[in-house]
């Protein structure tokens, strides 16, 4: 700590210091927002999903995940399509990638009759890579 002894001038002088309060306050604040926005931003249609024993695979950058609903209906992310809609719908989501791989999601009470019939429309649409989800078992290894 300094002590001035010089009482000569009343002058004062500029402070070149950068003051970092408001940059560290505002960091904060952003911090805040993205935490709370990062869990809203998933994309997520609720369905209960059956348990599988096979080891889980890595998770590709931006998946396309088709759902199959209990009630027959279909959505691709959080949008819901008809049956007759979904070979556009998957253009569009694709950016006509035939190529990408399609994530079904069926719920287990969602006949099999109904998932066998949007695998049929995946085909004829021309996506052959067609990946099934389902929860991961406590019993897999």
Do not use: W
């Not at 003051?19 to 369905?47: E, G, H, R, S």
């Not at 253009?91 to 287990?108: L, P, Y």
């Amino acid at each position: 700590m300094a002590i001035r002894l010089d009482h000569g001038t009343d002058e004062l002088t500029e402070v070149h210091d950068i003051n970092v309060t408001p940059f560290i306050d505002v960091m904060l604040v952003l911090l805040i927002i993205f935490m709370v926005a990062a869990p809203l931003a998933t994309v997520d249609v609720p369905v209960d999903l059956p348990s599988s024993t096979a080891q889980p695979q890595q998770r590709p950058p931006n998946p396309v995940f088709l759902t199959i609903k209990p009630d027959g209906t279909i959505a691709i992310g959080d949008d819901t399509i008809a049956l007759t809609a979904l070979p556009a719908a998957l253009v569009s989501a694709t950016q006509a990638d035939k190529g990408q791989r399609i994530f079904v999601r069926g719920d287990k009470a969602t006949a099999y009759g109904q998932v066998m019939q949007v695998m049929n429309v995946l085909r004829d649409a021309g996506y052959l890579k067609v990946a099934l989800v389902g929860m991961e078992s406590r019993d897999a290894k």
